[in-house]
């Protein structure tokens, strides 16, 4: 998180590599598929609103270099493409 606030996107590449591996071999191990995490990121994101919040600070500030995982099936669709790459 640190490289990210400070603008280095090759460490924060490395480190979401890391951390990404990390979380499939856990998964495996403990029996979870990918599409059980989809489920859940999505069951939060319609019960909290995960990204409103950084949506209508874009919409005030402009837009920034974060954006938020949109729901499957949207233009760019970010989950989509975190799954097909795990």
């Known amino acids: ?3 990210a606030v400070t603008g280095d996107s090759d460490a924060v590449v490395r480190e979401s590599a890391d951390l990404l591996y ?3 071999v856990l ?10 995490v989809w489920r859940e990121m999505e069951r939060r994101e319609h019960m909290l609103g995960i990204g ?3 949506a209508e600070n874009r919409r005030q500030n ?10 499957p099936g ?5 989950l989509s493409r975190l799954r097909a790459a795990i």
Do not use: F, H, K
């Open 27 to 36: 998964w495996a191990s403990a029996g979870v598929q990918p599409e059980d």
């Open 74 to 78: 949207s233009d760019g669709d970010q």
């Open 22 to 24: 990390n979380l499939t």
């Open 52 to 54: 409103r919040e950084a």
């Open 1 to 3: 998180m640190i490289d």
């Open 62 to 71: 402009g837009p920034r270099n974060c954006t938020r995982l949109r729901r």
